[in-house]
């Protein structure tokens, strides 16, 4: 089955400065992956995703860029906040209905 | 639209006990997933239904049952509680079971198994 493996486990940035989180998969067949953000307390949110024909994707200051034949997704977040701290999870999906997800990367902006 | 909601929040179990994890959706959604989180290991799924009716397993199935008492309610019993079941457990939805349809998370129900 698919194994998804996300470094590093914690990540401390300055406010301003950008965060880079990094996911690798073993299934050649996953062709879309999705970033969740889970804050203290709440459930996983998505808050970008993107399929295997695309390389990159932008929304504002988050960017997730695809790398197939290297097996490895990041995610990018420019000009980083204090409400960007939380936890953040990479998955991929081989089939249908099955999300396979990263074990997280805890994010913290100090000021 | 509350989105997906789940009862209890937080529950205290003592080793050998029942219960069942509620979730509900309002999205009209077909498709819906229960997961538990560990530390360090991120979330895994344990069951899911992927319309009403069908319910198949996830990664770790063993230790639970679930019901899909229609297309809004997806139901987690834990017939025999034991201290490995202690997690967060998430209940998701998506409009179908097709890759890349988006997964809308509950809040969660924190259990501890004594």
């Known amino acids: 089955g698919e194994n998804v493996e996300q470094h590093p486990s914690t990540l401390s940035v300055q406010e301003g400065d950008s965060a880079v989180i990094k996911c690798t998969y073993s299934?050649?067949?996953?062709?879309?992956f999705p970033w969740y953000k889970q804050e203290l307390g709440k459930g996983p949110q998505l808050i970008i995703d993107?399929?295997?024909?695309?390389g990159e994707k932008k929304d504002q200051r988050i960017a997730v860029t695809l790398n197939k034949t290297a097996k490895h997704f990041s995610l990018h977040i420019t000009e980083t906040q204090p409400e960007d701290s939380a936890v953040y999870f990479c998955?991929?999906?081989?089939?249908?209905?099955?999300?396979?997800f990263g074990t997280g990367t805890r994010l913290q902006v100090t000021l | 639209n509350a989105g997906v909601t789940q009862t209890p929040k937080f529950q205290v179990l003592k080793t050998g006990q029942s219960m069942t994890l509620q979730c509900a959706q309002d999205?009209?959604?077909?498709?819906m997933y229960w997961y538990r989180q560990d530390p360090g290991m991120g979330l895994r799924l344990i069951y899911y239904?992927?319309?009403?009716?069908?319910?198949d397993k996830g990664e770790v199935p063993n230790g639970y049952n679930v019901s899909r008492l229609n297309k809004r309610e997806f139901s987690l019993r834990l017939e025999s509680a034991a201290p490995s079941q202690t997690s967060v457990y998430f209940c998701?939805?998506?409009?179908?079971?097709?890759?890349?349809?988006?997964?809308?998370f509950g809040p969660g129900t924190r259990l501890t198994v004594l």
């Open positions: 998701a939805s998506s409009e179908r079971a097709r890759r890349g349809d988006t997964q809308y």
């Open positions: 299934d050649s067949a996953s062709n879309y």
């Open positions: 993107i399929r295997s024909n695309v």
């Open positions: 998955a991929a999906s081989s089939t249908a209905s099955k999300l396979t």
């Open positions: 999205m009209n959604h077909n498709s």
């Open positions: 239904s992927a319309s009403e009716g069908t319910t």
